[in-house]
């Protein structure tokens, strides 16, 4: 069965430091990618998707930066974190086109 | 842009009564219609989907309706439990998704 993993679970980080929050998928191949972020009381806000090693296409303009150098991994990363970027971000796969989303656990990012 | 409302951000029902959760959505283009079921600090985990050719489908204790000529689509949760509280988001679109902002469901005694 596939299974889903993001880590790290939590995080507290200072106003300009870096970020890298890591997924990665098992029991499948060439799955789709995305990370989305959830505000606190608030929807799904998508950030970026990935059909593939090396394609990535951002959703919404901001200071993040999603990678994918292996098939399944998919990586979310900031140079310089604002208090803006604080939330509850969320890794997920599904395949192909019109297919259920899967979600992983989901990484709180706390910028102080 | 494309946009996923849900009609109310809070619902309260009686534990084994029926729970309806309603859903909008913009984009008449969307083939493919997600519920999710979201506990305080965990992923969303999926609970039923229907896609555009289909007006209902069926699971354990939830039904999902489509109506695609308001663009709207519910979720009913048949005899709802305690542990059916949460949050519940629906989703909308092709090959990406867009989510609507959630209705907490509270379930009371």
């Known amino acids: 069965s596939q299974t889903i993993h993001q880590w790290p679970a939590t995080l507290v980080q200072p106003v300009g430091s870096p970020l890298s929050l890591e997924c990665t998928v098992e029991g499948t191949s060439n799955p789709n990618l995305y990370w989305y972020r959830q505000a606190a009381g608030r929807g799904l806000q998508l950030l970026f998707y990935s059909v593939g090693i090396g394609q990535i296409s951002s959703e919404v303009p901001q200071n993040l930066s999603a990678s994918r150098p292996q098939d399944r991994q998919f990586i979310l990363s900031s140079k310089k974190l604002l208090l803006s970027d604080s939330g509850f971000y969320l890794c997920?796969?599904?395949?192909?086109?019109?297919?259920?989303?899967?979600f992983g656990e989901g990484s709180w990012l706390t910028v102080v | 842009g494309e946009s996923v409302g849900l009609h109310l951000p809070t619902l309260s029902v009686q534990e084994g009564d029926n729970s309806i959760i309603n859903c909008a959505y913009s984009?008449?283009?969307?083939?493919?219609f997600i519920w999710y079921k979201q506990e305080s600090g965990k992923g969303p985990q999926f609970i039923i989907d229907i896609r555009s050719n289909m007006d209902k489908r069926q699971g354990q204790r939830v039904t999902v309706l489509l109506n695609k000529t308001v663009k709207h689509l519910s979720l009913q949760i048949a005899a709802t439990q305690p542990g059916d509280s949460a949050v519940y988001f629906c989703?909308?679109?092709?090959?990406?998704?867009?989510f609507g902002t959630g209705t907490r469901l509270k379930v009371l005694a």
């Open positions: 989703a909308a679109g092709t090959y990406k998704y867009i």
């Open positions: 997920a796969w599904n395949h192909g086109s019109g297919n259920t989303i899967y």
């Open positions: 984009n008449s283009a969307s083939d493919y």
